[in-house]
């Protein structure tokens, strides 16, 4: 049963792949296209040789884009699919559908908007080659440490609903959440590497679509996958999952 949740699950990454690559392709990549541009006039500012391009362009806006944004979503899809095996029926009564919106509202907060509130996405020409693994792994850190939050949260949520009630539990536990990754925010390097000269409104675009590109893989994932399962037979609509 697990592996048809699996199937279904890279099925849904895969479809959002492939939106979110189409949204990439007209959001996107005119935004890499100017930085790219401006990396390029800022060395021949310099008086630096471009560098040699390993990957055409061209390549790197369509196949591979279009292979790493697929891959991305049906490795995402997998898991997904996976953390719902294991939720449903044990998070109390909800639709299969409903508790899929759920996870991934909650997987979008967590995996994308956490992290990059502290770390924003940058576009090429900014950011210090020499920092690019200090600055990778603060990234993951924070995405490890908002999980973590969002853990404590829930099983917080799940003790103060027997006393308070089910709203008042969750209005606490989302205190709880904000108040433990603000802590953390605050306490973690800042790292502001963005050129003087970069132009504001390009950073500020790049940034959006970024975002853009995972709203629309989690919202797809999030309702394709509860509609696939929701129609299976081996899920029943409301109640303890037979997985």
Same mark, same amino acid.
């Given at each position: 049963?697990?592996?048809?949740?699996?199937? #279904?699950?890279?099925?849904?990454?895969?479809?959002?792949?492939?939106?979110?690559? /189409?949204?990439?392709? @007209?959001?996107?990549?005119?935004?890499?296209?100017?930085?790219?541009?401006?990396?390029?006039?800022?060395?021949?500012?310099?008086?630096?040789?471009?560098? !040699?391009?390993? &990957?055409?362009?061209?390549?790197?806006? %369509?196949?591979?884009?279009?292979?790493?944004?697929?891959?991305?979503?049906?490795?995402?899809?997998?898991?997904?699919?996976?953390?719902?095996?294991?939720?449903?029926?044990?998070?109390?009564? =909800?639709?299969?559908?409903?508790?899929?919106?759920?996870?991934?509202?909650?997987?979008?907060?967590?995996?994308?908007?956490? !992290?990059?509130?502290?770390? !924003?996405?940058?576009?090429?020409?900014?950011?210090?080659?020499?920092?690019? %693994?200090? #600055?990778?792994?603060? +990234?993951?850190?924070?995405?490890?440490? /908002?999980?973590?939050?969002?853990?404590?949260?829930?099983?917080?949520?799940?003790?103060?609903? =027997?006393?308070? %009630?089910?709203?008042?539990?969750?209005?606490?536990?989302? &205190?709880? +959440?904000? @108040?433990?990754?603000?802590?953390?925010?605050?306490?973690?390097?800042?790292?502001?590497?963005?050129?003087?000269? +970069? !132009?504001?409104?390009?950073?500020?675009?790049?940034?959006?679509?970024?975002?853009?590109?995972?709203?629309?893989?989690?919202?797809?994932?999030?309702?394709? +996958?509860?509609?696939? =399962?929701? #129609?299976?037979?081996?899920?029943?609509?409301?109640? #303890?999952?037979?997985?």
């Amino acid at each position: 049963m697990v592996g048809k949740l699996l199937v #279904r699950g890279m099925l849904a990454g895969i479809a959002a792949g492939l939106l979110t690559f /189409s949204f990439a392709k @007209v959001v996107g990549e005119p935004q890499v296209d100017q930085a790219i541009s401006f990396e390029e006039k800022a060395d021949a500012a310099k008086g630096e040789a471009p560098e !040699p391009e390993i &990957v055409s362009r061209e390549t790197q806006a %369509g196949l591979g884009l279009l292979t790493g944004v697929v891959t991305y979503g049906a490795a995402i899809g997998g898991l997904f699919s996976l953390v719902f095996a294991f939720a449903y029926g044990r998070v109390g009564v =909800v639709s299969a559908r409903a508790l899929s919106a759920w996870l991934a509202l909650g997987a979008f907060i967590t995996i994308v908007i956490v !992290p990059n509130i502290k770390y !924003p996405a940058n576009p090429p020409s900014v950011g210090d080659p020499e920092t690019i %693994g200090a #600055r990778t792994g603060l +990234f993951f850190l924070m995405i490890a440490i /908002s999980l973590a939050a969002m853990v404590f949260s829930l099983k917080v949520r799940r003790r103060l609903a =027997v006393q308070l %009630g089910a709203w008042n539990g969750s209005i606490v536990a989302g &205190v709880v +959440f904000v @108040v433990i990754i603000a802590a953390v925010q605050l306490s973690m390097p800042v790292i502001n590497e963005v050129p003087a000269a +970069f !132009p504001a409104v390009l950073l500020w675009k790049f940034r959006v679509a970024a975002i853009g590109m995972q709203v629309i893989m989690w919202t797809t994932i999030g309702l394709l +996958f509860g509609a696939l =399962v929701e #129609r299976s037979a081996f899920v029943r609509p409301i109640g #303890r999952a037979a997985v």
